[in-house]
């Protein structure tokens, strides 16, 4: 079993441009979840979707940050514009909707917006 | 006042000792409760979960939950370096969970 499979493992970028994110869930979870983590303010969940629908998008900071899930296998979280402030390791985490509380992880993508 | 309460610690403890990770939340509705490791530079990994209050027992780790107290704790006995990590407590809410700050935990040889 591949795991969740995020891309790309590491990104810097400057402040302003266009960020894009992507996780591939293991195969037939039907629940996908991002999560931000800093020091300051931990694990966040920015948002989840249950097959393929967003279900709770409330920790999206703002409108910056947007993200899709087209299909079952593939999701994007996009940040447009960029701030220094988005700096964070972000994490792509599934699960397959039985077990309540196995949520696997991902490596994360460590983002540095300069 | 977050819904999870951590430690941030760090914690640093010498070998073979006995470890107590613990968390506080504000939310009765909390049912299932998790514990979280996370190696440096690695995504979470499901540690132990428990549904009701009292002890789960796996091999050197315990964890412990106090519903009456919305109290929960992790305990590690004969802790080994292979311990250092950061432990993260979990709690379910609907379909996502909610996580504790995190303890960063230093097992020293």
């Known amino acids: 079993d591949a795991g969740v499979i995020q891309s790309p493992r590491h990104e810097v970028t400057e402040m302003g441009q266009e960020v894009t994110l992507r996780c591939k869930p293991i195969?037939?979870?039907?629940?996908l979840f991002w999560y931000r983590q800093t020091m300051m303010r931990g694990l966040e969940l920015l948002i989840y979707f249950n097959n393929n629908v967003p279900i709770d998008d409330s920790g999206m900071p703002e409108d910056r940050f947007s993200a899709k899930m087209p299909n079952a296998s593939f999701s994007t979280l996009k940040i447009q514009p960029s701030e220094p402030r988005d700096s964070a390791v972000y994490f792509c985490?599934?699960?397959?909707?039985?077990?309540?509380?196995?949520?696997?992880f991902g490596p994360g993508t460590r983002l540095l917006v300069l | 006042q977050k819904e999870v309460e951590q430690d941030p610690g760090p914690l640093s403890v010498p070998e073979g000792a006995i470890v107590s990770l613990n968390c506080t939340y504000s939310n009765s509705a909390f049912q299932y409760f998790m514990w979280y490791r996370q190696y440096s530079r690695k995504g979470p990994e499901l540690l132990m979960y428990?549904?009701?209050?009292g002890n789960k027992e796996d091999g050197r780790f315990t964890a412990q939950v106090d519903k009456s107290s919305k109290y929960i704790s992790l305990f590690i006995r004969d802790s080994q370096p292979s311990d250092s990590a950061t432990y993260l407590c979990a709690m379910r809410q609907g379909g996502k969970l909610i996580f504790g700050q995190g303890t960063e935990l230093s097992v020293k040889p």
């Open positions: 428990t549904y009701s209050s």
């Open positions: 985490a599934s699960i397959n909707g039985i077990h309540p509380g196995t949520q696997y």
């Open positions: 195969s037939g979870h039907n629940s």
